[in-house]
Each structure stands twice: as structure tokens, then as C-alpha cells.
């Protein structure tokens, strides 16, 4: 099995718990305690987020347990056209097709993602990274925009109360 990520990108997903990095980024909005930044790619004309807040009363423990389960998401999340777990050469990876409003085309992803749990500043932190890859058996479909660029950076932690302090 190829290696996707390095022990040190885990590390850096934690870095931000602390101290946001949002130095390029301006600020989008702002709602029940979790900020939105947002950077322009001229290249690509879309923006690349980031998210930085507290969720009250859950835990980081079922924070992840939510992300990470695929059926689970396919029922509170309305945008999700199709979403599901393929192997191949021995690689998991997962293939989410996303519903986009007219006049815009439906956008899908073939990304491999991996949860750790580890000690980061003696506290404990769950973190989630994710990133395209080429599947041979998971072609681009006519119609849908193959957004071949995404890379996701997540860490949740305690937020010292019964809740969850997260970066995503």
C-alpha cells in the first residue's frame, strides 16, 4: 500500500488548533461559533476554505465518527449524489459525486482519506486527512465536473468543556 500522508502533515493539522493561520485568507462569515475564511485560486477560479471553531455539547469522538461514516453522511447531507468506499490494486478510496444547482454541473471526487488519533501538546487530537488520487476503476462520467485538486486538512480536539475545538 502507497503511502499518502506523512507523519508530519498529522502534525501540521494540529499546529492550527492553537494558532489559525489565515494570513492569505479573508474572512466569509461567521455562525454559532465557527469562523469561515476563503482564498481565490485564479487558476482554478474556486475558492479553498478554511474553518476554524467550537461545536458545544459533542465530542471530538463522535465529531470524527460522523465524518468518517459514509452511510451516515448519505442521509443528513442533501447534496451527496452518490457516495461510496472502492478498492482497487488493494487502495481504498472513496467516490463522492455532490449535486450542484443549475446552471452549474454536479462535481464528483476520488480522494483517499486517513483518521489518526494522536498526542498532540499532551492533549488528545483526532485527525482527518484526505486528497485526490487516480482510481482506473473510478473514471470521470460525462456531465460532472472531476474535481482532481482536493485536499482536506481536519483536526478536532476537546475544547475543555463537553464539547469540540476543531480546524478544518
Known sequence: MSVLFKEEDFFQ??????????????FFTEAHDVKIYRKYNKESYLYQYKIYGTL???SPEICAQVYMDLEYRKKWDTYVVELKEAEHDGEKAIYWKVNFPFPLSNRDYVYR?????LIYKNR???V????????DS??????VVRVEDYV??????SDGNHGTKGKA
Open 124 to 126: 488528545p487530537v483526532c
Open 13 to 26: 493539522a494540529c499546529a492550527e488548533l492553537d494558532v489559525p493561520n489565515v494570513t492569505d485568507y479573508e
Open 152 to 157: 482536506q486538512s481536519m483536526a478536532i480536539t
Open 128 to 135: 482527518i486527512l484526505a486528497q485526490s488520487v487516480r482510481v
Open 56 to 58: 458545544k455539547n459533542v
Open 138 to 143: 473510478l473514471p470521470p462520467k460525462k456531465g
Open 113 to 117: 482519506r486517513e483518521l489518526r488519533e
